[in-house]
Antibody, heavy 121, light 107 residues
């Protein structure tokens, strides 16, 4: 079964750092595009970052320079290192695989269950 | 960056109704458009990919259409389990983006 499980969320003070993990099963993280998507309380979905199978990474402007996406191929796990956290980073963070078609189109499936990050003093 | 705009933001409908949700992109995205359903406290679920392809296991009352900048998600006959929030998402750009969501409520 293809599955993603996020861990690492919690309460952190403004300016602090946190690392989220996303353990995959049923497929190989390094062979896929993998993304982080977040959802602030009561708000919509916001794409955060992607890492391509080739290793290229991209970020939303709201997190560029503060967040780093990475993966550990030996552990089949995706990470999101979050530094200089702000109150507006408070959200449920989901990891998701990009399923790609032969034509290059892609979509998020599956998604993890999410992990809550709360940035507050 | 590509902006995605959904309309309406919220919608009240009854079981059995036909419902259409619209998504507009700020530039042409061909058919690089996906639709998701999200229920409270749950992760989003893929419904439609590449504008019009139905994800395996999703009921056939859901359908998607469009290309370029204008897209629609249609539910042909609303069922009680369809009351949720729906999001469109573009995958044309390296920087993905979502619409703001459409909350579908029971009338």
């Amino acid at each position: 079964e293809v599955q993603l499980v996020e861990t690492g969320g919690g309460l952190i003070q403004p300016g602090g750092s946190l690392r989220l993990s996303c353990a995959a099963s049923g497929f190989t993280v390094s062979s896929n595009y993998m993304s982080w998507v977040r959802q602030a309380p009561g708000k919509g979905l916001e794409w955060v970052s992607v890492i391509y199978s080739g290793g290229s990474t991209y970020y939303a402007d709201s997190v560029k320079g503060r967040f780093t996406i990475s993966r550990d191929n030996s552990k089949n796990t995706l990470y999101l290192q979050m530094n200089s956290l702000r109150a507006e980073d408070t959200a449920v963070y989901y990891c998701a695989r990009s399923k790609r078609s032969w034509s290059g189109k892609d979509w998020f499936d599956p998604w993890g269950q999410g992990t809550l990050v709360t940035v507050s003093s | 960056d590509i902006q995605m705009t959904q309309s309406p933001s919220s919608l009240s409908a009854s079981v059995g109704d036909r419902v259409t949700i619209t998504c507009r992109a700020s530039q042409s995205i061909s058919s690089y458009l996906n639709w998701y359903q999200q229920k409270p406290g749950k992760a989003p679920k893929l419904l439609i990919y590449a504008a019009s392809s139905l994800q395996s296991g999703v009921p056939s009352r859901f359908s998607g259409s469009g290309s370029g900048t204008d897209f629609t998600l249609t539910i042909s006959s609303l069922q009680p389990e369809d009351f949720a929030t729906y999001y469109c998402q573009q995958s044309y750009s390296t920087l993905y983006s979502f619409g703001q969501g459409t909350k579908l409520e029971i009338k």
